[in-house]
């Protein structure tokens, strides 16, 4: 990853401070751009009374930031989530999970009324599935959902040596141009051994804030 996007991505995030209000409990999402958005918080111009997050990563960054994590069950709903993706289109569908954090984070992006999401503006496509889809499996189903999706015309690969915070493996499926990202996403998710496909599209970003060269677009 170069500086620029990494500059970009930090731009992007420091514009998400401007959808949290203090005295709120922000949902976190997990990644290298949330790490910016961490950061930002940190440094206390918006002063949240916590967070919930969405990974063991995140919560680790959160609390050396000095942010009180809380469960999600204690807290209800959120008023805002923020968090990443790998790959995101102007209808603010989106894939999520090459940091094998996608079930928790669809849980909290259900759980907020409010999902901004933060990316690069590399991330920006017109047709979703040049990046790998992940999809979180039971670790015995592995197989099994392997041949289903490859009936559905992917090229599953599993990301052998990684173990989700909830204990599962995840496979990237390759070689899909998803021109159909809520069937899609329903289809992945009816696979008996499937817990959570990286495609958010039923419920996909409410805002995306892009970062840029030049400063953040917003859509
Ligand atoms: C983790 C995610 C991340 O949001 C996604 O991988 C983007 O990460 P980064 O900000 O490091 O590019 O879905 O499961």
């Not at 204690?74 to 993706?85: K, N, Q, T």
């Not at 141009?177 to 959570?196: F, Y």
Request: charged letters at 20%; hydrophobic letters at 45%.
């Amino acid at each position: 990853m170069t500086s620029d996007s990494n500059a970009r991505k930090r731009r992007a995030a420091e514009a998400a401070l401007a959808y949290v209000r203090a005295g709120t409990i922000v949902g976190v999402g997990t990644g290298s751009t949330v790490n910016f958005f961490i950061d930002a918080l940190a440094r206390g111009t918006v002063r949240v009374s916590g967070a919930v997050s969405s990974s063991n990563a995140s919560t680790a960054r959160l609390r050396a930031a000095g942010i009180e994590v809380l469960d999600l069950n204690e807290v209800g709903s959120l008023e805002v989530y923020v968090d990443g993706a790998d790959e995101a289109t102007r209808a603010r569908h989106l894939i999520k999970g090459g940091g094998a954090a996608l079930t928790r984070e669809k849980i909290v992006a259900a759980a907020s009324k409010q999902f901004v999401c933060i990316i690069d503006d590399a991330k920006l496509v017109t047709t979703l599935g040049r990046f790998p889809l992940p999809v979180e499996v039971i670790p015995m189903a592995r197989r099994y959902v392997s041949s289903r999706l490859e009936a559905l015309g992917g090229r599953p690969v599993w990301r052998q040596g990684v173990v989700t915070d909830n204990g599962n493996e995840i496979l990237d499926v390759h070689g899909l141009s998803i021109t159909d990202p809520v069937g899609l996403e329903r289809e992945i998710n009816q696979i008996v051994g499937v817990v959570t496909v990286g495609l958010f599209a039923a419920r996909g970003a409410d805002v995306l804030v892009i970062g840029t060269d030049k400063g953040v677009d917003t859509l």
